[in-house]
């Protein structure tokens, strides 16, 4: 009965886009989607991230390939996305991942500030979405937002991330809903605090605020990369196929009792220790 669905290498034959994959939690979704039978390929702006990603993905995948290209950029994520579809064919799977983040109180955020942060997360999520657009398997492919915590509960010294965020949800949820007829997926990841990342050392630096981020969650622990991963290997494949439109929590219950996870104070302090 569930041939059909749970076929062996669950990702095999199937190709996949991972913009912002070249560290953290995006990386350990590439190297999953590699490790299940997939070709791979990853974007960011910095050459060398992009060389030893690729190095890393490549023992999975021989023929995986990296872009350094600007999310902000369209015409250079439309070439990347394009080269990768050149080499391939019709694109399975894309992640956008891509985001900036530091904490900083509203009254001390530049409107560059916040617009960096807007347009890296946001504005980068719909060029990834709209350029893929074109070049993705109609019916059958699964597109993947990575949001954040920030979408829908407030932390202080978060207003740029919560706003971006915010709108990768509607951008997910709209494109769900413009895309499904064609048979193409679109659904969000929200990540709870995952340990070793960039992220978390920007927004937990301190013993104090790991201390607070663990309280903070139902299962008293971080997440680790592998949690991520092992989600978007599920909405990636066949086994999520039913699903479009939804944002997904893995955050070992934290959206439950967030508030106070990163408190006024907690974060004053935080800045004054040089955070
Ligand atoms: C206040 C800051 C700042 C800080 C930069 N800016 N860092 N303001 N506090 N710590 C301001 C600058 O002064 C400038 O404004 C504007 O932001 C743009 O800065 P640039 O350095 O020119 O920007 P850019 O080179 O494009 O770099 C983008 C960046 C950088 C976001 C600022 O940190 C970056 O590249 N980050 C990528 C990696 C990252 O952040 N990973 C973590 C993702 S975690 P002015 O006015 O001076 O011109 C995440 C969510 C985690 O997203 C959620 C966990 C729960
Ligand atoms: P990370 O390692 O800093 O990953 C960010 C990636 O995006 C890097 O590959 C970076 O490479 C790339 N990038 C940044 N700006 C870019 C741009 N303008 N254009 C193209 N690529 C760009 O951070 P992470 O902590 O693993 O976070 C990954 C994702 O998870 C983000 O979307 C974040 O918001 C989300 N998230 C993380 C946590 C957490 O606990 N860490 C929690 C919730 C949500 P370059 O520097 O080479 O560009």
């Known amino acids: 009965m569930l041939e059909s669905t749970f076929r062996t290498g669950l990702l095999n034959g ?31 702006r910095k050459q060398q991230k992009v060389d030893d ?29 394009g080269d990768f579809h050149t080499k391939v064919g019709a694109i399975d799977i894309v ?32 060029h990834v979405m709209r350029a893929a657009y074109a070049l993705l398997r109609k019916p059958g492919a699964s597109l993947i937002n990575i949001s954040a915590p920030q979408s829908t509960t407030v932390s202080f010294g978060q207003v740029h991330a919560s706003a971006a965020k915010a709108g990768v949800d509607m951008v997910t949820k709209s494109l769900a809903v ?11 990841i929200v990540p709870g605090p995952i340990d070793d990342t960039e992220g978390m050392a920007r927004l937990a630096p301190t013993p104090a605020a790991r201390k607070a981020v663990q309280a903070s969650c139902p299962l008293g622990k971080f997440g680790g990369i ?50």
């Open 14 to 44: 199937k190709t996949a886009f991972v913009a912002g994959g070249t560290s953290g939690i995006n990386l350990g979704i590439a190297e999953a989607f590699a490790r299940y039978g997939a070709r791979v390929a990853v974007m960011s």
């Open 178 to 188: 413009e895309w499904g007829a064609e048979g193409v997926r679109v659904n969000a």
């Open 95 to 126: 992640v956008s991942g891509a985001a900036g983040n530091f904490l900083a109180p509203a009254s001390q955020l530049s409107a560059n500030a916040f617009r960096t942060v807007v347009e890296i997360d946001l504005l980068g999520t719909f």
């Open 53 to 81: 990603a690729v190095a890393h993905l490549a023992q999975w995948d021989e023929h995986a390939c990296g872009y350094a290209a600007d999310v902000r950029e369209y015409a250079a994520v439309e070439q990347a996305l």
């Open 226 to 275: 592998e949690d991520i991963a092992g989600l978007a290997l599920f909405l990636a494949s066949d086994a999520g196929q039913y699903m479009t439109g939804t944002v997904t929590y893995c955050d070992g219950g934290q959206v439950l009792t967030m508030a106070g996870a990163l408190s006024p104070s907690a974060v004053q302090q935080m800045l004054a220790q040089g955070a």
